[in-house]
């Protein structure tokens, strides 16, 4: 059956070339999931260290020369040959990366912002082995940076002077599945798309999904706590992850990869490493809570007058649609411009005509008659009542992707545009949208936005069902007058809502600075305090996280 | 010039394409209990070309046309003629059959249907994905002894009459033929159309009819039998080396290639 059209496909000629030219198509599993899979292979997985490298251009500026407020703590040591020695004598020799040009992939960040200038990568592949380089790292007080697959956006994986990275790339095994429970237990720099394609083979699905799927470690994912795209129905990693392993900087390793679901023993440890970005110690094995996979899943998108009308379409959505909703993600008219402008997935726009605001919706369950019945009189009573203006419901796999390609294409998009100032932003769902007409008045009314104008475009989607508002602001390039212009006022104006200048990113190095503004004092100090205690030489990640 | 034509179009509910196939245990069939099933795509694209010619027609002002869609198979194929009709079709029928039906059985239904019917052009997918058999469109022709267009790539509608380019190995190639007409589908010819949610809502109360195949009268027994179905052998995952010593060791001891 469809194998032999898909063999066919590849080198038959081409009369039969099926169904080879449609995008997306050629992934396998039943539900969105392996579907994003395809779209973020087209987008990141392919994506290699390799060619990242390449794409760089030799004379872009060191992090340490465009922050010159950052100085190194001449208490780390630097790099000797001793050193070497001793990391030679633990791992095999393609476990050491020193060649300036691989070097460059490590050293860089995704938004092609910030450039360090380590001279060596590390890949443990067991425990053990982080275990005994942190430990000499530690006793030699040589800093160190944690790396998954570098998609963080907040500068957080790459080194800030010549910190020694160590990435995960090697330790990626499936360590055991609880096919009753749907526990699994997995090494930290396992790639969270191979992880959801292995569980979907089981009927079970990872409860997170990001755009970056097929390049970020669950490793790094939760050192970042990351939210994404199925937060809304399956909650965050601090209530998913059910246990994890972790080496300290003195070495300890830290066995608390509980598959237990219920464990009140003592301090909840685990939640403290989780969003910690790499400044405590290194999560090298991770115990998480799969869902099992829905059988039936529909995707919706949407074309609406106005945000008000976004947030009357949620409402309802929650009351109508209420255990089946599994996403709610809005864009506006300028992103999905962008979207047209840039990538193949905007090539066919699915509505009509144009609408100021865009939803698309998911909804996953065991059902298909009752999800489809659910969800078709929740459509009809939006579109009677006027609520939303158009809107089309995707028939098959295929149209899925799409839909789904359109909203994930959204960050790229932006990449492709320009210099990305990104923001993302937790606050109450009312004044989400305000914040990114505000920016777009400020701009203008300081002159920089617009056509040949050093700002391009301001642009606002996200995750409406978690209130967190990703705001991207297309640059020609980074410049000192435009983040003056953007920074501290789109912190000020989040503080003022009472929300958060970090909803999933993190802090990072971007971000440090700006803690103030979503913790107290007696926060900030208290987690000082929990840094200090649990790496007292400040060898992890420095320079980031903590002011 | 003033055309009305009736237009007929064939669809098959299939596994949905991006759906891993799994053989049943026994080895005699693949698993379709709750697995994602869709609209064949060749006939999601014959559907919109149906309904693209009936928009040019009524744009240009030169004529009509109504659109039917008919599928054959259990009830769950109703799903995939509402799609159809989401998508813009006047109106639908369902042959009711719960047995396997191979293209001959499905082509001599088809010419029960157009025998009642009397479309002008009939347009079904090049292959269905599920069995890729791609034969149902020609049995039908010669059932019919109608013209037929096969791949089509290009599709101009003229008066009576249709010229189509289809896709040949080492190039194109362009006919003209009278209608009626039998016409399959290749993949380039459009981009199907996105069921909106007013399309939706109107294609409840369009007409489905429902019909047997008793009623046809037609006989569906197979004439093939299926001996084996099997997956294709699987592929070895590949594997990192440390050093070409590594590399040397496992390609003569692993792979016995040295
Ligand atoms: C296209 C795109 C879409 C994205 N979408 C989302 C989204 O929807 N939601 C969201 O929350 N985020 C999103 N992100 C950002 C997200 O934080 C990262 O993609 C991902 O979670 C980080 O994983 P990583 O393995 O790439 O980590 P890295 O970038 O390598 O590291 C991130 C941070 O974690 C630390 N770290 C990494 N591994 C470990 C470890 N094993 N132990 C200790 N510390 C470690 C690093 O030091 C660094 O501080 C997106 C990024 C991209 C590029
Ligand atoms: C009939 C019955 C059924 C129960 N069923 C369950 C069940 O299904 N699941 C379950 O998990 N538990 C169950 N429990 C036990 C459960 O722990 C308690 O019922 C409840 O959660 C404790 O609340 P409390 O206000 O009575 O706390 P207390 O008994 O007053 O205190 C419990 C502990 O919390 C501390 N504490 C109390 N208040 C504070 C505060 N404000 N700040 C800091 N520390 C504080 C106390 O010092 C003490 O250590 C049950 C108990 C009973 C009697």
């Known amino acids: 059956m469809l194998p032999i059209t898909r063999r066919l496909l590849a080198n038959a000629p081409r009369r039969l070339q099926a169904v080879s030219l449609r995008p997306n198509l050629a992934l396998t599993t039943v539900a969105r999931a392996s579907v994003t899979a395809s779209i973020t292979r087209s987008a990141f997985s392919t994506f290699s260290k390799a060619s990242f490298a390449a794409t760089l251009s030799k004379d872009k500026a060191f992090t340490a020369d465009k922050y010159p407020h950052l100085q190194r703590n ?28 691989d070097l460059e992939a490590f050293n860089n960040d995704w938004m092609q912002k910030y450039r360090g200038q380590s001279k060596l990568v590390l890949k443990p592949s067991t425990t053990e082995q982080v275990s005994q380089i942190l430990k000499y790292c530690n006793d030699n007080k040589l800093a160190v940076v944690p790396q998954g697959g570098n998609t963080g956006l907040v500068g957080g994986a790459v080194p800030v002077f010549d910190e020694i990275i160590i990435s995960t790339a090697n330790m990626s095994s499936i360590r055991s599945f609880d096919n009753v429970s749907g526990a699994l237990v997995c090494d930290a720099g396992c790639i969270l798309e191979v992880l959801d394609n292995h569980l979907a083979e089981r009927g079970y699905i990872m409860p997170l999904d990001l755009g970056a799927k097929g390049s ?19 909650g965050s990693l601090h209530g998913t992850v059910l246990g994890l392993e972790v080496v300290l900087p003195d070495g300890t390793i830290l066995d608390n990869l509980s598959t237990l679901r219920k464990d009140n023993t003592g301090y909840d440890l685990k939640q403290l490493f989780i969003g910690s970005e790499g400044s405590l110690g290194i999560i090298t094995g991770v115990s998480i809570l799969a869902p099992k996979r829905s059988k039936a899943i529909n995707v919706a998108l949407l074309g609406v007058s106005s945000f008000e009308q976004v947030q009357n379409a949620f409402k309802r959505s929650r009351d109508e649609l209420s255990e089946i909703l599994s996403a709610f993600e809005f864009w506006d008219k300028a992103s999905i411009d962008l979207v047209k402008q ?147 006022f789109v912190y000020e104006w989040t503080a003022k809502q009472h929300g958060s200048v970090s909803a999933e990113h993190g802090l990072g190095l971007m971000k440090t600075g700006a803690l103030h503004y979503s913790k107290s004092p007696s926060m900030m100090k208290l987690m000082r305090n929990v840094k200090d205690m649990i790496d007292p030489k400040g060898i992890m990640n420095p320079y980031k996280f903590l002011p | ?88 079709a006047d109106r639908a029928i369902h042959v009711e059959s719960n047995d396997e039906l191979q293209p001959l059985a499905v082509a001599k239904v088809l010419k029960a249907i157009v025998e009642k019917e009397k479309p002008d052009l009939v347009i079904l997918g090049k292959q269905a994905i599920d069995d890729d058999s791609n034969q149902t469109g020609q049995m039908l022709a010669g059932l019919l002894n109608w013209p037929q267009a096969t791949f089509a790539s290009k599709v101009e509608l003229g008066e009576k009459a249709m010229t189509v380019t289809r896709e040949v190995d ?66 070895q995952g590949g594997k990192m080396v440390e050093s070409v010593d590594d590399l040397v060791d496992k390609l003569k001891n692993e792979a016995k290639v040295l």
């Not at chain 1, 970020?216 to 399956?234: D, E, F």
């Not at chain 1, 149209?399 to 937790?426: H, M």
């Not at chain 1, 300081?446 to 409406?464: D, R």
């Not at chain 2, 698993?31 to 693209?52: L, Y």
């Open chain 1, 74 to 101: 001449q208490e780390f040591k630097k790099l000797a040959d001793d050193d070497l020695a001793f990391f030679k004598s633990i791992l095999a020799p393609s476990a050491l990366t020193q060649d300036e040009g």
């Open chain 1, 216 to 234: 970020c470690h669950i490793g790094g994912n939760v050192a970042t706590n990351a939210g994404g795209l199925r937060l809304l129905r399956y």
């Open chain 1, 342 to 488: 840039h990538l193949v997935a905007g090539a066919n726009d699915p509505l009509e005509s144009e609408h100021p605001f865009y939803i698309l919706i998911e909804t996953s369950g065991s059902n298909k008659d009752h999800d489809d019945e659910k969800l078709n009189n929740y459509l009809e009573g939006l579109l009677t009542d006027e609520v939303v203006q158009d809107g089309v419901v995707a028939q098959d796999t295929t149209q899925f992707n799409n839909l789904w390609a359109i909203r994930e294409g959204i960050p790229e998009a932006c990449s492709k545009t320009g210099a990305v100032y990104k923001y993302d932003l937790s606050m109450p769902v009312p004044v989400l949208y305000d914040m990114v007409e505000d920016m777009r008045t400020r701009l203008d009314e300081n002159g920089v936005l617009g056509e040949g104008k050093p700002v391009k475009c301001v642009v606002g989607f996200g995750h409406i069902g978690d209130g967190n508002l990703h705001l991207n602001i297309m640059a020609e390039k980074y410049t000192d007058e435009v983040t003056g212009l953007i920074e501290p």
């Open chain 2, 1 to 88: 010039m003033s055309n009305n034509l009736r237009i007929l179009v064939a669809t098959k509910r299939v596994i949905d394409y991006a759906v891993k196939i799994r053989v049943n245990a026994a080895g005699t069939a693949v698993e379709t209990a709750n697995v994602k099933h869709s609209m064949n795509p060749f006939d999601e694209i014959g559907t919109e070309q149906a309904i693209q010619i009936k928009e040019g027609l009524e744009k240009a002002k030169t004529g009509k046309a109504e659109v039917v869609v008919v599928s054959c198979g259990p009830a769950k194929v109703q799903e995939t003629l509402r799609t159809a009709l989401a998508m813009g």
């Open chain 2, 170 to 235: 080492g190039g194109v190639e362009t006919i003209k033929t009278a209608l009626p007409a039998i016409l399959t589908t290749d993949l380039r010819l459009n981009t199907p159309r996105y069921a909106s949610l007013p399309n939706i809502m109107k294609a409840k109360k369009k007409p489905l009819a429902k019909l047997t195949v008793a009623e046809l009268g037609v006989d569906v027994k197979p004439r093939l039998e299926i001996l084996k179905v099997a997956e294709p052998a699987k592929r």
